[in-house]
């Protein structure tokens, strides 16, 4: 079935650092969605991408899906404290809506 | 708008017993969804329901039960409750399109 392995697992930085988080898939995906999930809340919507090579942004935050649709990743600009939190992906394979989701980068800034 | 609400918040259970989780969806949304997340396995999909029908389902044992209503509020039930379905228990709405999936503050299931 299909798998998905996002990376790093946990991330520590110094706030104004950037923060990257991957996301790997065993099969050709439809869409990618990414949330995020405060300590102690529930995961927020934060986008989708459909096409190949697609690129999307949100004030700091970069989205990219790459061109063989197997994998995504988050990047982040000048970490802020309000970044804290768990971002996970969650990829669709097929047309049944099923999402499939990463275990999350759990992400930790120093202020 | 109102957003995903879910009932109760938190629930202590004895081992053996059922419980009954309500979600009521974002007005218009027909399609509600259910997650299991725990520490160790992040979120897992329970079942998906859509226009009163099962649309979706994960690898959880028959234990794990839903339906849904007509006005698309949702329960889940869980019967002869195991310690290891201590979890927080998230619903989750969407259009049919399911461009993004709203969630509810979950329910926090304990097990004793």
């Known amino acids: 079935g299909q798998q998905v392995m996002q990376i790093p697992q946990y991330q520590h930085v110094q706030e104004g650092e950037d923060f990257t988080t991957y996301c790997n898939s065993s099969?050709?995906?439809?869409?990618i969605q990414w949330y995020k999930q405060r300590p102690g809340g529930h995961p927020v919507f934060l986008i989708q991408l459909v096409k190949s090579g697609e690129v999307k942004k949100q004030k700091r935050l970069t989205f990219q899906f790459g061109e063989a649709k197997k994998n995504s990743s988050l990047h982040i600009t000048a970490t802020q404290t309000t970044d804290v939190g768990t971002y996970f992906c969650a990829p669709n394979a097929g047309n049944n809506r099923k999402l499939i989701w990463g275990l999350g980068t759990s992400l930790a800034v120093n202020p | 708008k109102a957003g995903v609400t879910q009932t109760p918040r938190y629930l202590i259970k004895t081992r053996g017993q059922q419980v009954t989780l309500s979600c009521s969806p974002i007005s218009g949304h027909r399609s509600v969804s259910w997650y299991q997340q725990t520490p160790g396995q992040g979120l897992q999909f329970l079942f998906e329901y859509f226009s009163e029908t099962q649309r979706n389902k994960g690898n959880f044992p028959g234990r794990f039960s839903g339906r849904q209503f007509s006005n698309s509020r949702s329960e889940m039930n869980v019967s002869t409750l195991e310690l290891g379905d201590s979890a927080l228990y998230l619903c989750a709405s969407s259009t049919d399109r399911g461009y993004g999936y709203t969630f509810g503050s979950g329910t926090r299931l304990t097990v004793v």
């Open positions: 099969t050709t995906l439809s869409n």
